[in-house]
Nanobody, 126 residues
Framework: QERLVESGGGSVQVGGSLRLSCAVS?????YGWFRQPPGKGREGVAS???????TYALSVKGRFTISRDNAKNTLYLQMDSLKPEDTAMYYC???????????????????????WGQGTQVTVSS
């Protein structure tokens, strides 16, 4: 069973940056980052396959970067040029095994992932 623990959320001003981390335990999983704004559903932000292939939602492409460090068992989401509409609870997710489903654009939906972290809050203020 995959256990996921997010960290790195916080408050930042418009145009700022944050890096989210997620402690993971597997290397052959597909991993994803999702976010849930207040009063809205959970949306996919980015995904990364076991071989490093990535996909992004259009709303974050060019501003966010998903990466994984298998040696450190850590998944990252680097968020630059943050906007108020990026304010949300952010979650990392995983499912096994990775594959072509993980490399679809836009990123796979939340229903495709079995394992979830507890979430970390990101607030962007103007």
């Amino acid at each position: 069973q995959e256990r996921l623990v997010e960290s790195g959320g916080g408050s930042v001003q418009v145009g700022g940056s944050l890096r989210l981390s997620c402690a993971v335990s597997g290397s052959r999983y597909c991993y994803g980052w999702f976010r849930q704004p207040p009063g809205k559903g959970r949306e996919g932000v980015a995904s990364i396959d076991s071989d490093g292939d990535t996909t992004y939602a259009l709303s974050v492409k060019g501003r966010f970067t998903i990466s994984r460090d298998n040696a450190k068992n850590t998944l990252y989401l680097q968020m630059d040029s943050l906007k108020p509409e990026d304010t949300a609870m952010y979650y990392c997710a995983a499912d096994f095994p990775g594959g072509s489903w993980c490399r679809k654009e836009p990123p796979p939906p939340a229903s495709d992932f079995s394992y979830w972290g507890q979430g970390t809050q990101v607030t962007v203020s103007s």
